[in-house]
Nanobody, 122 residues
């Protein structure tokens, strides 16, 4: 599975950004796709993920109510709409996929794309 992330950038507090992750290769392997983030000096944590048919999602508490994850089956992509961004959302965001939806509770996802930097200025 190859994952290509896009959409990061610089935004002012209160603004919005949309990240997109396109999957290619053996996409039949994964049952979950989502986004992790890693802020400077902190561990990488799950932000949101979605299952293969788009019927179930998980959100970190920090993302709940502000971020929305969705699937675009035509593009084999998963998007993360981030609204009301705050400086604490500044991080490198990583697209990830896994054969097991819910695996994030026990271990990091198996497949990773390159990170995309999101910077939120105050």
């Amino acid at each position: 599975v190859q994952l290509q992330a896009s959409g990061g950038g610089l935004v002012q507090a209160g603004g919005s950004l949309r990240l997109s992750c396109a999957a290619s290769g053996d996409i039949w392997i994964y049952r979950a796709m989502g986004w992790y983030r890693q802020a400077p000096g902190k561990e990488r944590v799950l932000v949101a993920d979605i299952n293969r048919d788009g019927t179930a999602t998980h959100y970190a508490d920090s993302a709940q109510g502000r971020f929305v994850i969705s699937k675009d089956d035509h593009k084999n992509a998963v998007d993360l709409q981030m609204n009301w961004l705050q400086p604490e959302d500044t991080a490198v965001y990583y697209c990830a996929a896994d054969p097991d939806f819910g695996a994030f509770r026990f271990r990091p996802y198996k497949y990773w794309g390159q990170g995309t930097l999101v910077t939120v200025s105050s």
